[in-house]
């Protein structure tokens, strides 16, 4: 978590389907995404905040500051809660209500920890902090067993972000896609039609 770019991020996001842990179609991520980003846009253009559908302020709040660790912002694109990641981890995870619980443990197992190493909530915790944390659950392999719950909290929490980001516009900015656009095809070149003998009349 210390050392890994954005980029290297992505590149090893994308080994694994980020939506493959839930039983949500990409379709339905995006369509989430919109909503979720259509939510956010409509509280801030009324001047007033997200009223979030499941998780509590605290729990935003967590949510928030650990979506921003997993992708913060750098040179070339802003941060994950700044498209609207947490609000769509909100709509999605009240749609699903078989997760729920888990996410929830999770987010207390994470406020556990820090308050047994540092004696505050994560969302209190100084950046190095939170990073400290993070480099003990964010690498499965390297994890200690007692850390197996905060490692699979992570990585769930990993793939909501990777989804909720690279769903939005910013993220299929970050991305460079530059499918689903109009185009003007004028046909092939005349020499190429001479040579081939043939002509569009």
């Known amino acids: 978590m210390t050392d890994i770019k954005r980029r290297q991020r992505l ?3 994308g080994a694994v389907p980020a939506v493959a842990a839930f ?3 990409r379709e339905e991520a995006v369509a989430a995404a919109e909503q979720a980003g259509e939510a956010r846009r409509q509280a ?3 001047n007033q905040p997200y009223t979030p559908r499941f998780f509590t302020a605290h ?4 949510i928030t500051a650990l979506a921003d660790l997993i992708l913060p912002k750098d040179d070339r694109s802003v941060s994950a809660s700044e498209t609207g990641t947490t609000e769509f981890i909100d709509y999605l995870i009240s749609e699903q209500t078989d997760r729920q619980t888990a996410i929830r443990g999770g987010l207390a197992w994470l406020d556990a920890e820090c308050l047994g190493r540092f004696n505050k909530a994560f969302v209190d915790c100084s950046d ?3 990073r400290a944390v993070a480099d003990d659950i964010a690498w ?3 994890a200690r067993p007692e850390m197996s719950q905060g490692v699979r909290f992570f990585n769930t929490m ?6 909720g980001f690279w769903s939005s516009r910013e993220g299929v900015a970050d991305l460079g896609y530059m499918g689903n656009r109009m185009t003007v095809w004028n046909g092939a070149p005349e020499n190429v039609l001479q040579k081939l003998g043939v002509s569009y009349d």
Do not use: I
């Open 11 to 13: 590149q090893m996001l």
């Open 23 to 25: 039983t949500w179609t």
């Open 44 to 46: 801030a253009a009324s």
């Open 59 to 62: 729990e935003m709040a967590t």
């Open 128 to 130: 190095a902090e939170r």
């Open 140 to 142: 499965p392999k390297r």
């Open 158 to 163: 990993r793939d909501l972000v990777a989804t």
